[in-house]
């Protein structure tokens, strides 16, 4: 380039062209020749008639004005003007040996074009002849010795070449270098990109006082770097820097993918002083995986792009819904959501729509039977990569399923059971094949309770964790290019307080990355480069010269040639090593001061080809419009036109305005093509949807409570239970403040079950097997609170105990607990009376309720939502229009009562749960038995209270 002041121009002869502007000037005022006058006859007509407009002799000065500066326009233009007052060197020494430094890192990317601009403009001063030299900051294999002689204008194409390096400078380095060449410059250019690094001072320094020294610092604008990130369950902060703390300043972060796609867009707002801020998005959970990188919005450089790797994107995580829990603190699902926020996006729901949006992993707890359309969904599912988690749990226990790592046995492992402990049993340490390897075990986490593995050739293959004694504790096992995971306790504290210690969220973490086939504990692995940064921050294939790096090294190495920032891909998945990571980019602001500084104030750059070139093609099109308009050739604009132009020009301006809508904000919805569509979150009213679904039968319930029986087909049968559920409401609504509507008829397939607390299933004799989808509605309404009576009405054969056979048959598929006989001091025997028998029409019978926990402790909120007999209660219950008994009773009206009774605890139970099983209420109740002792109070001669003596007038209330 040759200078001219402060201009540089890179095509100087072209100037010369502006010494033909005279010329140009002349044949641009000169008129073409006078037309050839001919003689017709007919003009004789018109003489004396003077005409009205004249023909200019000369061409009018503003069109060859407007000529003129284009041509000169055009001329400047094609010989390439830089404006560049640091061109203009007034160094005191301006011949010998020139040495040009070249801060040639990530940080000077932004501002590169000025940087070699000003490098070049340099070299235009002291002599044709005197040597150049070149030294670069940022570290290369191959970088050239600064000895080494070029000549001006092997330096200038020299310059021309160099791009900006993908990682920072290294100044002390390069010192070293210099000092190593024993170049001694008579006079030294640094090209800096003003900011400071570990050696930037001292640097500047050196160069000052091996010479004169010359320094053009050209500092990033804006944000220079994204320094860090950090993720939640749905949203992402992105942290950025800036070196020039002055004033306040706005930018902008895209989130784009991996082959460029924006997503979504945030501001950044810089306040006055403050050198950090962050930028914050909430996508949802679908579209946040598919972010790859976020990077300033036009801001060039490997600084300001922030590659995001799996190990830092929060995982999306399905749980699969079991009904809503009564107390969530007790519920297994509670202690997993807890565990998993900090780290990963929950969605809940049921196995189909979970499935449906492909999760990082799907988590079910305790849950035995799974509908076998679910299981070939979560088959094919973890077949193509899923990892599905599963806690054990009474359900599993008792009956399990395919999808398990390994065989079980058909009973739990606990303190005074079958299968016994004689003391809670501790975790062994994690073995070092285990993704858990490495983690801390709290002293105190004991195992109360288990499921059992069969033994098996492969199960220490399958084993994670163990207890002390050796038996697994967490297994999984491969299952197509996914995982099956099972802890052999529950989610929840029933079994243990392993889910009370840090070390549960972090098992569950690892699952999910090992589930995925991603390694946790990878320090011997090794990571090989797949995409890496350039200088300006676009993405390219690793080169040759691109090296792996260990997996340990990643928190601590920078980056650097061998190691370029970019992403990494080995056992772990993809890693990300970025250019900005920590990075704290400062100003230097104290320099030497015998330097001669040029920046910002004085050597500022800006090519003007492009507007000089723009200019004179715009002079052009106006003087085209102007000579079209003076010969005629342009129509003449009526009054419709007019009106069509001006309507155009309205419209024209409308499209121009911003739209309010485009300033709302905003999410994504993803669409069926698996693409994502930005909707608007303004505020709308929209009409419901009148659909028309509810019929008047599940108004009526969810307005009413009312009981609910199963249909089965029996028109006898099922006019008893109507009977039998009417007169149980009759005795609640008389002696408590539950107040049941009539009862419902049910069919298990089409009907919401959900809105009935209660439903009771007199099973016929010889009933088929119920439907899937029956089975299905089922688990899903004992999942989520409500209680199921089943009566097999068998009990007339006295001396025998419930025959469940026929049930197995007809139940198959239920997802049913490990059931007991209701132990001693039930709370369901003093919800409201005090019983210790649970008579129907037949007496002396058991009732058989889910077993919720072990020997010593209740599991959960230890109420149970199923109930097994055979005394056939409905019969007792049962009454006509007019409140009389329909059927007899074997002990009489005294059983009939106490059937009643124990028909109200059992709905009182349902209700209001466990609450009465703190004892609260005993001491009055053992003061009432004591007033009967002692003659006040008289019982029965089954040794039963009175009615009148325990008549309650409230759930739960104190009797009377």
């Avoid at 995986?289 to 790797?309: C, E, H, K, N, Y």
């Avoid at 301006?653 to 300033?663: I, K, Q, R, V």
């Avoid at 999410?667 to 929209?686: I, K, L, N």
């Amino acid at each position: 380039m040759t200078a001219l002041g402060p201009f540089l121009f890179g095509a100087p002869l072209a100037l010369f062209a502006l010494l033909a502007l005279p010329i140009i000037w002349w044949v641009l005022r000169a008129t073409p020749p006078a037309p050839k006058d001919v003689e017709l006859p007919s003009l004789r007509l018109l003489e004396g008639v003077e005409p009205k407009e004249e023909t200019p002799a000369r061409t009018p000065w503003w069109v060859w004005l407007i000529r003129t500066l284009a041509a000169a326009a055009a001329i400047g233009g094609l010989s390439q003007p830089v404006y560049a007052p640091g061109a203009k060197n007034e160094a005191a020494d301006a011949g010998g040996a020139l040495l040009v430094v070249v801060d040639n890192g990530w940080p000077s990317a932004p501002r590169w074009s000025e940087l070699v601009d000003a490098a070049t403009a340099t070299l235009d001063t002291g002599g044709r002849d005197a040597p150049t030299h070149l030294l670069l900051t940022a570290p290369q294999t191959l970088n050239a010795d600064p000895a080494t002689r070029l000549s001006r204008a092997d330096m200038a194409k020299r310059l021309n070449s160099l791009r900006p390096q993908a990682w920072a400078t290294d100044r002390t380095e390069a010192l070293k270098r210099l000092k190593d060449s024993g170049l001694k410059p008579d006079r030294i250019f640094w090209a800096s990109d003003g900011v400071e690094d570990e050696g930037g001072r001292a640097f500047a320094a050196a160069l000052s006082a091996m010479a004169p020294l010359s320094v053009y610092a050209a500092p990033p604008t804006g944000p220079a770097a994204i320094t860090g990130i950090s993720s939640q369950t749905d949203s992402v902060s992105v942290t950025l820097r800036r070196v020039q703390p002055r004033g306040e300043e706005r930018s902008f972060v895209s989130a784009l993918t991996l082959d460029g796609s924006a997503l979504a867009t945030s501001e950044v707002v810089f306040a006055v002083g403050e050198r950090d801020a962050t930028a914050s998005f909430s996508i949802p959970a679908a579209a946040l995986s598919r972010i790859a990188r976020f990077t300033a919005t036009g801001r060039q450089g490997a600084g300001t792009v922030w590659l995001w790797d799996s190990s830092d994107r929060s995982r999306r995580v399905g749980l699969v819904d079991a009904g809503a829990a009564a107390q969530p603190l007790l519920s297994d699902m509670h202690y997993v959501r807890k565990a998993l926020e900090p780290f990963a996006s929950i969605t809940e729901g049921t196995i189909e729509s979970l499935v449906a949006t492909s999760p990082d992993a799907i988590i079910l707890t305790d849950i035995g039977q799974i509908q076998p359309e679910d299981a070939k969904r979560l088959t094919d599912w973890v077949e193509q990569g899923g990892a599905l988690i599963r806690f054990a749990g009474p359900h599993l226990a008792s009956q399990g399923d395919d999808l398990l790592p390994v065989a079980l046995r058909r009973s739990s492992r606990a303190l005074g059971g079958a299968l016994a402990w004689d003391e809670p049993q501790a975790m062994a340490p994690f073995p070092a094949t285990s993704p858990f390897a490495g983690l801390s075990i709290p002293a105190d986490v004991r195992i109360r309770q288990q499921v059992l593995a069969k033994p098996a050739p492969d199960l220490g293959r399958k084993t994670w964790a163990r207890l002390a004694d050796g038996s697994p504790l967490v297994t999984s096992d491969s299952r197509g290019s996914g995982t099956l995971i099972l802890f052999h306790i529950t989610a929840g504290p029933d079994w243990s307080n392993l889910p009370y210690s840090a070390t549960f969220e972090q098992m569950l973490r690892r699952s999910i990355a090992a589930g995925r086939g991603e390694a946790v504990s990878d320090a011997e692995g090794a990571y090989t480069p797949q995409l890496v940064l350039d200088g300006y921050g676009r993405l390219a294939a690793a080169g040759a010269s691109a090296a792996p790096l260990k997996a340990a090294d990643f928190g601590t190495v920078k980056p650097s040639e061998a190691h370029p920032p970019g992403l990494y891909q080995g056992p772990s998945g993809t890693r990300a090593l970025n250019a900005g990571a920590g990075a704290k980019p400062n100003l230097i602001d104290t320099w030497p001061v015998s330097a001669h500084l040029l920046g910002d104030a004085e050597a500022r750059s800006l090519r003007l080809a492009g507007p000089l070139l723009s200019l004179a093609a715009i002079l052009l099109v106006l003087d085209l419009f102007v000579a079209l308009l003076v010969a005629g050739h342009l129509p003449r604009l009526g009054r419709k036109a007019k009106g069509a132009a001006a309507l155009l020009l309205i419209c024209a301006m409308a499209t121009a305005l911003p739209h309010s809508a485009e300033a709302q904000s905003y999410r994504y919805q993803q669409m069926p093509d698996g693409s994502f569509r930005r909707v608007s979150t303004a505020p709308q009213v929209e009409a419901l949807p009148r659909t028309g679904n509810a019929t008047q039968k599940e108004i009526d319930a969810a307005l009413t409570m009312r009981f609910g029986y199963v249909e089965t087909g029996n028109r006898a049968l099922d006019e008893r239970t109507r009977a039998g559920l009417s007169g149980l409401s009759s005795v609640l609504s008389l002696r408590t403040s539950v107040e049941p509507a009539e009862p419902d008829s049910l069919n298990l397939e089409t009907d919401a079950l959900e809105l009935y607390p209660l439903i009771y299933f007199s099973v016929p004799e010889g009933a088929p097997p119920l439907s899937e989808t029956a089975i299905a509605h089922l688990n899903t309404y004992l999942r989520s609170g409500g209680a199921l009576v089943i009566d097999t009405r068998a009990g007339g054969t006295v001396g025998t105990d419930t025959d469940v056979a026929p049930l197995e048959k007809l139940l198959e598929g239920l997802d049913a607990p490990p059931l007991q006989p209701v132990p001693a001091n039930h709370v369901l025997g003093r919800s409201f009376y005090l019983l210790d028998d649970f008579p129907g029409r037949f007496a002396n019978r058991r009732l058989w309720i889910e077993k919720t926990g072990g020997p010593n402790a209740p599991r959960g909120d230890g109420v149970s939502r199923l109930f097994i007999g055979d005394a056939d209660w409905i019969s007792a219950w049962a009454v006509d229009e007019r409140g009389r008994d329909l059927y007899s009773v074997d002990g009489g009206p005294q059983q009939r009562e106490m059937a009643r009774r124990f028909g109200v605890n059992l709905v009182m139970y349902v209700l209001t749960g466990n609450y009465k099983d703190d004892q609260v209420h005993l001491p009055a109740l053992l003061e009432r038995l004591g007033e009967g002792e002692n003659g006040d109070k008289g019982t029965d001669a089954g040794g039963a209270i009175a009615p009148d003596d325990l008549r309650g007038t409230a759930p739960g209330s104190e009797p009377q």
